[in-house]
């Protein structure tokens, strides 16, 4: 469906930062978020059946059909929570489907090789690979730009995942960090352009783990890239080509992932040579924003954290420990009015993720991720935003070693 022109619609402004990677729509309503994000596979999107009846755009003068299942299943994640006027950020990714006619369009050609990772580069390389992530990009644009209310709206868009870990989340093969930031780039610009033909102020995000001066440790400088290194040179390279309005989406998990004590890493600082940035020396990253060379239009880009929970360990204060790594991690964005939105990960507790158990709710044994009894973390984010909160937060003063919440103030 074609529209007019680019809704000229003002990027919302929410209660408050509180978000959540949803999976039980109800709850999530329940909980008072005001930011979600959903997870979208631009590889499942593709139909190739010969008798395709789905809907079609058609870029580079070549037409491309779209899943209508899959499209149907992600306006029932998107339209009852904007409905509520919940943003909704889409984190676009393309995941290995090792069907070859599918990946030769929508992965990267590195990408295809041998498959020993979680998700894939897009595919800027071949002409059907550019065309093909500049019309799903425009159609998807299209149909969350608020001109088809029936399927809801979408604010942001996050490209890609953890890029600076690329060879895991963002794979393109064994590369140097500059030809992984040019082809990203080139990537994030087609994006831009395909949301910006159809919403003028919604909002493009680059996503980045929590390493800052180093890179993920154990793999080589053809897997991982330092995030200040990828972050300047995707600047840089962005400005060159003619600059954008790109914004950040942080993922500050702790230093150690299996230990929710942020308040507790040591080994990171508070100045732009620490290893990681977690929540602890969160404004190591927001003060680097500040610099003149990285504004858009003289003002700081914008930033969301968009991945990351608090691990529960199986001791008797695991959840205690949890439930207070979140009330500091909401004190110290308070205090970063940068920071729009801190969207939780996860829900519920996931079979697959390593060990980790970051829900809000326990999964059921032998269950991958249904929803079995809330966690005392739940109770403190329903009040989390609320006149309630300054109260049913104070027990994490003591257990973070703190007098007060004003101790978070940036360094």
Known sequence: MA????????????????????????????LGIHHAAVNVNLTA?????DKSAGPAHMAAGKTFHFNEGYLALLDAQIKPLSDQQILVYLILLAYPSKEPARDAVCLHPESRKDFKYSVGAFNTVTPDG????????????????????????????????????????????????????????AAFRIVHTAVRKTSQNA????????????????????????GKFFLDTFAARIRAGGDIDWHFAGHPYPEDLGNPMVWADKGITF??????????????LTR????????????????ILSEQGFHTLLTSEGEQLQAAAYAYAWEKCRRLPVVDAFIYHRHVDHAHEGGLRLGLWRNAPNSVSTPHSK?????????????EWKAVAAFALPVAGLNSWDELAPR
Do not use: C
């Open 3 to 30: 529209v007019a022109g680019p809704d000229t619609t003002p990027f919302p402004s929410p209660a408050n930062i509180k978000g959540l990677q949803v999976q039980m729509l109800e709850d999530a309503l329940k």
């Open 45 to 49: 999107l593709l139909d190739l059946s």
């Open 130 to 185: 550019r065309a093909y992530l500049q019309a799903v990009t425009e159609m998807l644009a299209t149909r969350w730009s608020g001109a088809q209310p029936e399927h809801g709206r979408v604010w942001g868009w996050i490209v890609g995942n953890e890029m600076n870990s690329h060879y895991l989340w963002y794979n393109m093969g064994l590369q140097t960090p500059e030809t992984v930031i040019d082809a990203y780039a």
């Open 203 to 226: 909002r493009l995000y680059l996503p980045l783990d929590h390493h800052w001066s180093v890179s993920m440790h154990g793999i080589s400088k053809k897997e991982a890239i330092s």
């Open 271 to 284: 100045d732009g040579a620490t290893g990681k940035v977690t929540f602890k020396n969160l404004e190591v």
């Open 288 to 303: 680097h924003l500040e610099q003149p060379a990285l504004h858009w239009q003289g003002k700081p880009r914008r930033v």
């Open 375 to 387: 966690k005392q973390i739940y109770d403190l984010f329903v009040k989390a935003g609320t006149p």
